[in-house]
């Protein structure tokens, strides 16, 4: 499974260089077989060795030039990182990302090789408006998106669900994620307050293929207890 930390804006560069110590230091303890992610803000990236990929939670669909407050390639370059959040609700909704930016940004680091979680989710009256309409709205996020790209991972993130502690109901996620993994075979992972209390039973359902976590995978012990919930269920579904 997947298991991803978006640290958004939190954790300074050594708060983050903690903080993947000790993710380290747990993977390497607990032999766990899953893919861990994390996004940290853009003045924490570093080269880190170990099991972790890190990725960038935003880059400028460029190498480098003039674009004030951006950074591109060449940054991401020099700390080897070929992994990119891109989409994220915050992006689209806060700082005004167009689907348009969007597909850019996404063919540009596709062209690359690099992974991509590329995000979807309804906000609030797109999902009060009836299923109908709600699935219209994610499917327009997919549109110009090629969802058949080898490095695609997708997050379905239900923007009303983000930081505000109220989930879909389980029967949503699986109902949605089946419904989203007609769109695309890429792994999906579902995001929106997940909690060490209730991520054991997101990941148990039937096309989820990993979480992506931000306000409780900001205390390393949360996020590996998450990551230990997949081994569980991994080593069950071995057995
Ligand atoms: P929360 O886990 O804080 O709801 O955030 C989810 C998220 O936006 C991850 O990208």
């Known amino acids: 499974m997947i298991i991803a930390a978006n640290l958004k804006t939190n954790l300074t ?3 983050t260089s903690e903080y993947i110590e000790e993710l380290e230091n747990y993977l390497k303890k607990s032999d766990s077989t899953q893919e861990v992610l994390v996004f940290p803000a853009t003045s924490s990236l570093d080269s880190f060795d170990g099991g972790v990929t890190v990725g960038a939670q935003n880059a400028y ?5 003039a674009f004030t407050g951006e950074i591109g390639l060449d940054h991401l370059d020099e700390f080897s990182i070929k992994t990119i959040l891109i989409g994220h609700s915050e992006r689209r909704h806060i700082l005004g990302e167009t689907q348009t930016t969007i597909i850019e940004k996404f063919n540009f680091y596709k062209n690359l090789g690099f992974k991509i979680v590329y ?9 009060e408006a009836g299923k109908d309409e709600m699935m219209e709205y994610i499917s327009s996020q997919y549109e110009g998106i090629d969802t058949e790209y080898e ?18 109901t389980l029967e949503d996620i ?6 989203l993994k007609i769109k695309s075979k890429a792994p999906l992972l579902y995001g929106g307050s997940v909690k ?3 991520a054991k039973e997101v990941l148990a359902l039937e096309n989820v293929d990993g979480i992506l976590v931000g306000s409780a995978a900001l205390y390393a012990e949360h996020f590996c207890s998450m990551i230990s919930y997949a081994d569980q269920l991994t080593n069950k579904q071995e057995r």
Not at 61 to 65: I, L, Q, R
Not at 174 to 179: A, C, G, N, P, R
């Open 13 to 15: 560069r050594k708060q």
């Open 151 to 168: 490095n695609l991972i997708i997050a379905y993130e239900p923007v009303w669900a983000i930081g505000t502690g109220l989930t879909p």
């Open 119 to 127: 995000c979807v989710g309804e906000p609030l009256e797109k999902r």
């Open 174 to 179: 699986q109902q949605i994620h089946s419904e």
């Open 61 to 65: 669909a460029t190498k480098n030039g």
């Open 196 to 198: 060490v209390t209730n």
